[in-house]
C-alpha cells in the first residue's frame, strides 16, 4: 500500500482554504474513488486523469485500487483545479515523484485529455489565499494563470503548459528539470497599468468629459463625486447626458492602490471576466432586470455579484426606478459597510464590494417632466403616478447617496454652440490632487470618514456652523444626511485647496441635496 500528500486549494467566496489530496494506491478489485465532499466537475476528473497520464507517457495503476481523499471532508470542492493534484498524487504514491519536492508545493490546474493544463477560474485568489497562509510553498499552475498570479508579491509562483513539464520537475534525484518562474504579464502587468493616471489613458474606451457639452452644474457635481468618492444621483429627462456622465467617471478616478487592484483582479477572475486590464476600474452597468442575487451575489457556491465586481470601481445603474424593490434595498448595507456577507444555510462567504454607486433616472414615468417649454415634449403624469414613479427610491436608500443632481435639458441652438468641455485629464488631475490631501490628512477619502473622523477632520467656524445648522433645520435632514453634507463640503474645499471648510463650500454642498417630489 503506498499514500501521497499533494497540497491544493479550494474557493469559498474570496477566500482559498488549504486542501489535502491524499492519494492512496492498495490491492483489491481495480477502482478509482473519490471522496471529500466533491462536485460533479471534481469527480468526472477521474476520466480526464486516467486519459492524461496515459497521453503523457505515463502508466495508470490499473490493477490497483486508488482512493483520493479531499480533506478536510466538510469543504466544498468544485471546478477541475484538482486534476492536477490528482495525477501528480497518483505518480507520487506509485513511487514515480520525489515526496520531499511534491511538499514544497501546491498545485492547482485543470487537466485535457491529452495531458495540457488549462486555466482555472479564481487563479489570483487562489494566490492571495496562498499569501495569506504563509506556508512558504511554491504555487504551481498552468502558464497563463501563473503570470497572473506573479502579480501578488511575495509569493513564488511557477507555471507550466503540460503534466509532463509539472512530473518533470519532481523527479527524484539530478533528473528534475525545474519549472521557469512566472512573471507578470506584460502590457497589463502591475506597473504597466497604474504607470499614469486614468484621465491619460483614454486610448481604449475613448471616453472624455470633452464629449459632453454644456451641463456645467453636473460636470462640477461628478468631479465632486470623484475627488470624494461620494455616490451620485442624476436626475433628468431623456438625452440630457445622464449616461454620458456617468460613463465618464472611470477616468476622473486616482489610480488604484496595489491592494485596491489585486483584490478587484481576483474578484473579476472569481466571475470569469477577463475584460478589465489589471489595475483598471471597473465600470458595472447592470440590466434593470438584474435580480438581487445578480447585484449582491449568491449561488452555491456562492460567487460575487455585481456591487463585488464593481469593487474599487463604479457601479452604474441606469434607469434605477426600473430595478425591483428588493434588489435597490439590498445596496443599502454594501453602501455603508462596503462589503457583502452572503449566508446560507452551510456556508457564509464574505466578498469586498467597495464601489462608487452612481444612478440615473426620469424624473417621472413619461420622462418629460421639467422638459423645455415649446419642445413639442410635456409631462402628462399625474402627481399620484409621479409620486408613485419617484418612491420606488426607499427614503433609507436615498438618504445614503451624497450627492442628488438635477441634470436639465438644453436648448438644440444652446448645444451646437456650446465650445468643447474640459477634458478628462485636466479634471482627473484635480481630483487626484484632493484625493492626495486626504489621504495626507485622515488617510481615507472622505466618503469614507466615520462619525469620529468627521468630527476630528471636518472643522466649522462659527459662521458656517450657524448656516449649517439653519439648513438642517428647516430641511429637516437626518444624522445620516447631516453627515454627509459634511463630507461633501469638505471634498469641495479640498478641490479649492482650502484646510478648512467654509460657507460657499456648505452652500455647494447644499445644491447637491435635492430632494425627489420636492
Known sequence: ??????????????????????????????????????????????????????????????????????????????????????????????????????????????????GALRSVRGALALALGARRAASGRCLVLPRADAETAARVPGLEVRGAETLAEVAAALLPGDAAVPLAGAKPAGPNGAAASRGGHPGERLGAARLDLADVKGQAGAKRALEVAAAGAHSLLLVGPPGTGKSMLAQRLPALLPPMRDDEALDSAALLGLAGDDTVPFGERAMRSPHHTASAVALVGGGTPPRPGEISLAHGGVLFLDETPEFPRSALEALREPLETGSICIARAARRARFPARFQFIAAMNPCPCGWLGALAGSGRSCRCTPDAIARYQGRLSGPLLDRIDLQVEVLAARPEEML??????????????????????????????????????????????????????????????????????????????????????????????????????
Open 417 to 518: 454652440a456650446a465650445p468643447a468641455g474640459e477634458a478628462s485629464a485636466e479634471v482627473a488631475r484635480r481630483v487626484a490632487a484632493a484625493h492626495e490631501r486626504q489621504i495626507a490628512r485622515q488617510g481615507c477619502p472622505n466618503a469614507l470618514l466615520d462619525a469620529a473622523g468627521v468630527d476630528r477632520h471636518i472643522r466649522l467656524d462659527e459662521r458656517a456652523a450657524a448656516f449649517l445648522e439653519g439648513a438642517a433645520r428647516r430641511l429637516a435632514w437626518s444624522g445620516r444626511r447631516l453627515h454627509r453634507v459634511l463630507k461633501v463640503a469638505r471634498s469641495a474645499a479640498d478641490l479649492a485647496g482650502s484646510e478648512a471648510v467654509q460657507v460657499a463650500h456648505l452652500a455647494e454642498a447644499l445644491q447637491y441635496q435635492r430632494v425627489l417630489g420636492a
Open 1 to 114: 500500500m503506498s499514500l501521497a500528500i499533494v497540497y491544493s486549494r479550494a474557493l469559498l467566496g474570496m477566500e482559498a482554504p488549504e486542501v489535502r489530496v491524499e492519494v492512496q494506491l492498495a490491492n483489491g478489485l481495480p477502482s478509482f474513488t473519490l471522496v471529500g465532499l466533491a462536485e460533479t466537475e471534481v469527480k468526472e476528473s477521474r476520466e480526464r486523469v486516467r486519459a492524461a497520464l496515459l497521453q503523457s507517457g505515463f502508466a495508470f495503476p490499473h490493477n490497483k485500487r486508488v482512493t483520493v481523499n479531499l480533506a478536510p471532508a466538510d469543504l466544498p470542492k468544485d471546478s477541475g483545479r484538482f486534476d492536477l493534484p490528482i495525477a501528480l498524487g497518483i505518480l507520487a504514491a506509485g513511487g514515480a515523484l520525489d515526496a520531499a519536492r511534491l511538499a514544497t508545493c501546491e498545485f492547482a490546474g485543470e487537466l485535457s485529455l491529452a
